[in-house]
T-cell receptor, first 117, second 113 residues
């Protein structure tokens, strides 16, 4: 069985601060995929990133960066110079190749990020 | 190029009524996934369907819930005899192939009164 743990439930920062959202996963599969989604107050799910288990390169996209470490089973997400528009719930998710369905996702419980002006 | 369309966006039902949630996948997509987001919880997988077939329903409650994805038309998630505990946001995602990334719709928020 797969499991995703987002130990932080709520984080509050002041605008322009950097913030890191933690994600720890568990799986026995060797081929798997990790995701981050953003859920703004409007409620939709916005895809942010997908990584496969064979690619441990860190990724940067504008103010967003992701640190994937298989040794600690973590896939952490950092927002640099946070903005009010970053306020949302952020979900980390995992899928495994053996299900034959990469979009059968196991989600963490989410982290509510509040960015204050 | 429309994305995944879910309707209605909001649905209110009285206890004991039936709820029907519709999901139109992206054009060309033949794989659909349904997820449920209960208050204060993360999203939970419910069911995975391909056209006219249920592939994986391991997350579906054993009673009152059913799903279909007919050859023509949207996928339907049906909840019979709704109870207050069914109040949640229900999300649909679609993909073009089994192993490609899925795109989420905006969700249907079901409230049972």
């Amino acid at each position: 069985a797969q499991k995703v743990t987002q130990a932080q439930t709520e984080i509050s920062v002041v605008e322009k601060e950097d913030v890191t959202l933690d994600c720890v996963y568990e799986t026995r599969d060797t081929t798997y995929y990790l995701f981050w989604y953003k859920q703004p107050p409007s409620g939709e799910l916005v895809f942010l990133i997908r990584r496969n288990s064979f690619d441990e390169q860190n990724e940067i996209s504008g103010r967003y960066s992701w640190n994937f470490q298989k040794s600690t089973s973590s896939f952490n997400f950092t927002i640099t110079a946070s903005q009010v528009v970053d306020s949302a719930v952020y979900f980390c998710a995992l899928s495994v190749a053996t299900t034959g369905a990469n979009s059968k996702l196991t989600f963490g419980k989410g982290i509510t990020l509040s960015v204050r002006p | 190029n429309a994305g995944v369309m879910q309707n209605p966006r909001h649905l209110v039902r009285r206890r004991g009524q039936e709820a029907r949630l519709r999901c139109s996948p992206m054009k060309g997509h033949s794989h659909v996934y349904w997820y449920r987001q209960l208050p204060e919880e993360g999203l939970k997988f419910m069911v995975y369907l391909q056209k006219e077939n249920i592939i994986d329903e391991s997350g579906m409650p054993k009673e009152r819930f059913s799903a279909e994805f007919p050859k023509e038309g949207p996928s339907i998630l049906r909840i019979q005899q709704v109870v207050r505990g069914d109040s949640a946001a229900y999300f649909c995602a679609s993909s073009g192939q089994r192993n490609t990334e899925a795109f989420f719709g905006q969700g249907t928020r079901l409230t049972v009164v």
